[in-house]
Structures are given as structure tokens and as C-alpha cells.
């Protein structure tokens, strides 16, 4: 970037910090909901609610089925070529 650019383009700086920011943000955010940890914890949470009672069977499939297609989201997704 010349000088002459960078005087010209001193306006918007402040615009390209907060695109910049908002951009670290959405990042931050896509990796922590894309993360199979949680969910996968959150299985065996729910595998030992089963075994100690605290759900019954039906509970536990249909959260169950909930869990393993949010697994199949983040497999999907981590797979998929970044533009």
C-alpha cells in the first residue's frame, strides 16, 4: 500500500477493523459449535443417566439420535473443501 493509498483509505480504517474483528469472532464461534467434544460428552452424560435411571429408554433414543446427527453435522462439515 503507497502513501497516497493509505491516506485515501485512512477514512475506512476503522470499518476494515471491525469487518476484521467480526471476522475473528464468527471463527471463534464456527470452531466451538463445530467441536465433536461437547457432543461427544454429552453421549456419555447420557449413557450414565440411562444406567442410573434417571431417563428411560425412550429419552435416551431420541436424544441419542439428536446427539449422533450433530456428530454427523460436524463430520460433514470438517470434510467439506473451504472456499
Known amino acids: 500500500m503507497g502513501l497516497l493509498t493509505g491516506i485515501l483509505t485512512l477514512p475506512l480504517a476503522p470499518l476494515r477493523t471491525t469487518l476484521w474483528a467480526a471476522e475473528q469472532v464468527l471463527n471463534?464461534?464456527?470452531?466451538?459449535y463445530y467441536?465433536?467434544?461437547?457432543?461427544?460428552?454429552a453421549l456419555t452424560q447420557l449413557e450414565r443417566a440411562l444406567?442410573?435411571?434417571?431417563?428411560?429408554?425412550d429419552e435416551y433414543?431420541?436424544?441419542?439420535?439428536?446427539?449422533?446427527?450433530?456428530?454427523?453435522?460436524?463430520?460433514?462439515?470438517?470434510?467439506?473443501?473451504?472456499?
Open 61 to 83: 433414543e431420541r436424544r441419542e439420535d439428536e446427539l449422533l446427527d450433530r456428530l454427523d453435522e460436524i463430520t460433514a462439515r470438517r470434510r467439506a473443501p473451504r472456499p
Open 28 to 32: 471463534a464461534a464456527e470452531a466451538e
Open 51 to 57: 444406567l442410573d435411571g434417571r431417563i428411560d429408554e
Open 35 to 41: 467441536d465433536p467434544a461437547p457432543v461427544r460428552q
